[in-house]
């Protein structure tokens, strides 16, 4: 429904933002993954069973090497150390040997091969064992790491539905949510998750959705609310009427969202992926320098020494911790995002969001609750109040704007759409149609003037829709939305956050934006606008933006899709609800909390702190052992920890981001 623009400088043309139904766009970010860890079944028994005896005959043959290889038995300590050797490293060995065959001839298993096989050709069996250990074990908490991150993000799956009980003919009948049909009646007991969105039609009760959204406090429903699919239903029996299908639910999308998340790569992770593909070859070839050219212009100098400097090299530089703590952090951030009821569809959005200066709100469902009431009712020229919410309702009887909902709600009585012909959408302006044979149209100021119906009340304050009939205008209802609770706070913590500018785009009037400004402290709004208008306004922030001053927009992800698909960074507002928030935004905030848009940010400035944390601590530390490498001052056993442990450390560090 279109209703009246008001504006302070005279009787102008105005329009609601929330009647137009666009397409919905979407984002297109197709990036490569090309690194992964953990994305099969892991188990840690399995694990720990061959490494532990890798240490078992790594410790008997350091304790008896020296004898043995004094002794006429030194070919013993080739049968204690190669099978260690090859238990510790034969999957590295493995992946080394099909890689040369596909042409991929520099990674960090071939060099683990190369540094091995070379320590074992000069006789250093026991450090050829421990570089594969201690790279086994490394692995090992890869593996547990990206476990503890992927655990964070599925334990959203544990919110789908297993089982939905149909009432067919009085009995109830458990089945499969996705053989339950549209208009199907399940029952929902206490303590039961609610297998499918429905509309309730008998039944009171709270219901949990932290699951879902991260909100502890229980939600009070009765009969006419629409519940999710996911959430628990906590006291009461429910009995519901489905209103989707299980695949077309938000649990379903939901879920399809989390398990993708990891496709889209920020700009860093691939960064760090292309300069793996430089840096690792480079590295060989420096080794390969190490190993041949000293002994020929050094006097003195053996090849034993240089060749034994060269795999210390060769260990130290190995990138495989650098590689994977990267996405890891990142992981880690989209994990943690998710518990507090942020889906973020990808890395990619994480690292925009911590160049966003400017963030861009719709107004109604945003900032404000999008519950409507009807205030006043004026009727004009011998019409009475009665009469016409009478015809306000009966026009609107179609309409699931909230407007229109608010007004049928006060109207209070069944509607006969029969009694309503002809009907027709003026796109920005409001309605017309036929009520018992007399033609009526609802909709804002605009609408008159373009009908040119003659009135003199242009400047009503507030959220209005105009009646008219036969060309006579008949009088106004005045609606009364309110903000949200958080909303100010909102907007304080953006500004803590160090965003530069926040602003408000509405299709309601001048008067109600400029209030709602004022009372939040935006810095500039604009009123009036059609759908086409704020993607004009969004986009002009855009070209007055630089490459690190990203513009977010944050909308209910319905009649806002256009500006949510062409700003860096798009938000959807209570996506739960809105099939188009989770299929057009680059971030769904999973409750109606403005306040979450600022706690998204923070967590993504979090995240990159940490993978910039990452990349300086290994290159440093890398750098500092392949200079000690080089001079001869570290060891093969030295190059082992250095290169495990700076893995394990950026792995805990990234850890950090499922706790902050």
């Not at 692995?139 to 990206?146: I, W, Y």
């Not at 629409?226 to 959430?231: E, I």
Request: charged share 20%; hydrophobic share 45%.
């Amino acid at each position: 429904m279109k209703v009246s623009k008001a504006n302070t400088g005279g009787c102008s043309s105005c329009s609601h933002d929330a009647h137009e139904s666009e397409e919905h766009e979407n984002h297109n970010h197709n990036h490569d993954h090309d690194h992964s860890h953990g994305s099969g079944d892991f188990s840690l028994k399995e694990e720990l069973i061959p490494i532990g005896i890798v240490v078992a005959l790594l410790i008997t043959g350091i304790i008896f090497e020296d004898k043995l290889h004094a002794s006429s038995y030194s070919w013993l300590e080739y049968l204690i150390f190669i099978p260690a050797y090859l238990l510790a490293g034969w999957g590295v060995l493995m992946s080394a040997g099909k890689n040369l065959t596909r042409g991929k001839f520099f990674d960090e298993n071939f060099l683990m091969s190369i540094a091995t096989i070379g320590a074992i050709s000069i006789h250093q069996l026991p450090e050829a064992v421990a570089v594969m250990l201690f790279f086994r074990v490394g692995e090992l908490f890869q593996e547990l790491a990206v476990g503890r991150s992927r655990r964070s993000i599925k334990a959203l799956l544990e919110v789908r539905p297993d089982v939905a009980n149909l009432k067919i003919n009085g009995e109830i009948k458990p089945v499969s949510p996705e053989t339950v049909e549209v208009g199907d009646i399940i029952l929902v007991k206490p303590g039961e998750k609610i297998p499918l969105d429905g509309e309730i039609i008998d039944g009171i009760s709270f219901i949990d959705t932290s699951a879902l959204t991260g909100e502890s406090v229980p939600r009070s429903v009765n009969v006419g609310d629409v519940v999710l699919a996911g959430t628990i239903n906590q006291s009461g029996v429910l009995t519901l009427r489905v209103t989707k299908l299980f695949a077309e639910s938000s649990v379903a999308k939901i879920l399809d969202l989390v398990e993708n998340a990891s496709s889209k790569k920020a700009e860093t992770e691939k960064f760090i992926s292309r300069f793996a593909r430089y840096y690792t070859p480079a590295v060989v070839f420096i080794s390969l320098a190490v190993a041949l050219l000293p002994p020929l212009f050094i006097p003195g100098a053996t090849h034993q020494e240089w060749v034994y400097r060269a795999l210390v090299l060769l260990v130290i530089s190995c990138p495989c911790g650098l590689v994977i703590s990267i996405p890891l952090g990142y992981f880690g951030g989209v994990g943690g995002a998710a518990k507090r009821g942020i889906l973020v569809k990808g890395a990619t959005f994480l690292d925009t969001l911590t160049d966003v200066k400017t963030v861009v709100f719709d107004k109604t469902g945003t900032l404000t609750k999008g519950v409507f009431q009807v205030t006043k009712i004026a009727p004009y020229n011998g019409f009475s109040e009665p009469e016409l919410l009478t015809l306000a309702a009966k026009i609107e009887a179609n309409s699931n704007h909230p407007v229109a909902q608010s007004i049928r709600k006060a109207y209070g009585k069944p509607l006969d759409s029969t009694e309503v012909t002809d009907y027709e959408e003026i796109l920005g302006h409001g309605i017309r149609a036929r009520v018992n044979n007399k033609v009526v149209i609802a909709g804002n100021d605009r609408l008159l003037h373009r009908e040119n119906i003659p009135h003199d009340n242009c400047n009503v304050a507030g959220t209005v829709v105009h009646l008219a009939v036969d060309n006579c205008y008949a009088g106004y209802l005045l609606i009364a939305d309110e903000l949200k609770e958080d909303a100010s706070d909102a907007i304080i913590k953006l500004r803590r956050a160090g965003v530069e500018r926040t602003m408000m785009l509405t299709g309601d009037n001048q008067t109600v934006a400029q209030n709602i400004a004022n009372q939040l402290g935006l810095d500039g709004y604009q009123a009036e606008l059609l759908p086409e208008d704020k993607v004009d306004a969004v986009e002009k922030l855009l070209r007055q933006s630089g490459k690190k001053s990203k513009v977010a927009f944050i909308g209910d992800g319905i009649n806002d899709a256009p500006v949510i698909a062409i700003a860096d960074v798009g938000m959807a507002m209570g996506g739960l609800g809105s099939d188009a928030a989770i299929e057009t935004a680059d971030i769904v905030l999973m409750t109606d909390a403005p306040s979450k848009v600022a706690e998204a940010i923070q967590i993504a400035r979090k995240t990159r702190s940490i993978v910039i944390q990452n990349i300086a601590f290994a290159l440093g530390i890398k750098a500092l052992f392949i200079i000690l490498g080089i001079f001869g001052v570290a060891t093969l056993w030295e190059a082992v920890f250095a290169d495990v442990g700076v893995a394990l450390l950026a792995i805990l560090n990234s850890s950090r981001v499922l706790r902050s």
